[in-house]
């Protein structure tokens, strides 16, 4: 990879929320207008870094991935479907994405595992809440990183996570009490981008609920092999031989309250096998 065409963004592989925000900015990469879209390569060089490359100077190409991006996030719909709160179908204009929140197949009766908010937070709510808190890259220069927190909060009483970002849900105990419930919610850290990635990633550019183990856990693979900006997905399912990285592993807190417990998170992920 150039340096001078490479753009490097600060994301944490280890952390849910943003492998599933690269995936996303993986797949709209290939959207935004240019000369060798096919010669577009991404890949996850070193730790904490997601890298892209492309045949613009690096920023130049930021600006236009971030505004492309932008307008995606901001016509993600919820349209509620009938059942639990977690039952619906996630839109963005014409496409459709799939629900992360329940299993796509078997049928047992424990809490999917990509649902780890409580019956109090209803995702038709949440959505637009996370939108209403994020800012244009025109309004804001740290786009990608941008926080929400406290008296800066757009949205009266706060808004919650999806629970994939550690970064914020640290306030979260193990003993099943979160900040919602203590009513300091409006005071934890929310990253809208991320939050906001992260849905993208999971519900249109990955098959997450392919990465799932016994139901218990989320095994990818961080690869660190330059590939085409088509195969980010099928690089990080660990599925495609001859790429090197490392394989991760992504279980929710909370189990010892059960499997069906509320206010599960998803801690930094641990290393599992590092790869040649």
């Not at 929400?148 to 757009?154: I, K, N, Q």
């Not at 550690?166 to 009490?177: F, Q, R, T």
């Not at 090197?244 to 279980?251: E, M, V």
Request: net charge negative.
């Amino acid at each position: 990879m150039q340096p001078e065409t490479t753009l490097m963004l600060d994301l944490d592989e280890r952390n849910l929320a943003h492998f599933l925000s690269g995936l996303a900015l993986a797949a709209l990469a290939q959207r935004v207008e240019g000369s060798a879209i096919e010669s577009r390569r991404c890949c996850w060089p070193e730790r904490g870094c997601f890298a892209i490359e492309a045949e613009h100077s690096c920023e130049q190409f930021r600006s236009q991935l971030f505004t492309k991006t932008h307008e995606f996030l901001t016509t993600l719909n919820w349209h509620q479907g009938f059942g639990g709160v977690e039952q619906g179908i996630i839109a963005s204009g014409d496409e459709l994405g799939v629900n992360p929140f329940v299993p796509l197949g078997g049928d047992s009766d424990e809490r999917p595992l990509m649902r780890t908010f409580s019956a109090k937070v209803v995702p038709s709510k949440v959505l637009p809440h996370q939108i209403a808190e994020l800012r244009s890259p025109a309004e804001c220069s740290q786009w990608l990183s941008q926080i929400a927190v406290g008296h800066e909060r757009r949205v009266t009483g706060g808004v919650s996570s999806w629970g994939y970002d550690c970064k914020v849900n640290m306030h979260a105990s193990d003993a099943g009490i979160s900040s919602d419930a203590e009513g300091t919610g409006h005071l934890d850290p929310i990253y809208p981008a991320i939050e906001l990635l992260s849905l993208t990633g999971a519900s249109f550019f990955a098959a997450a609920n392919a990465w799932t183990r016994e139901r218990t856990t989320l095994d990818v693979t961080a690869w660190t092999d330059p590939v085409p900006l088509m195969m980010a997905s099928a690089a990080a399912s660990g599925l495609v031989h001859g790429i090197a990285g490392c394989k991760l592993r992504f279980a929710p807190r909370g189990a010892a309250h059960g499997k069906g417990a509320s206010f599960r998170f998803f801690p930094p992920a641990t290393l599992q096998e590092p790869m040649p």
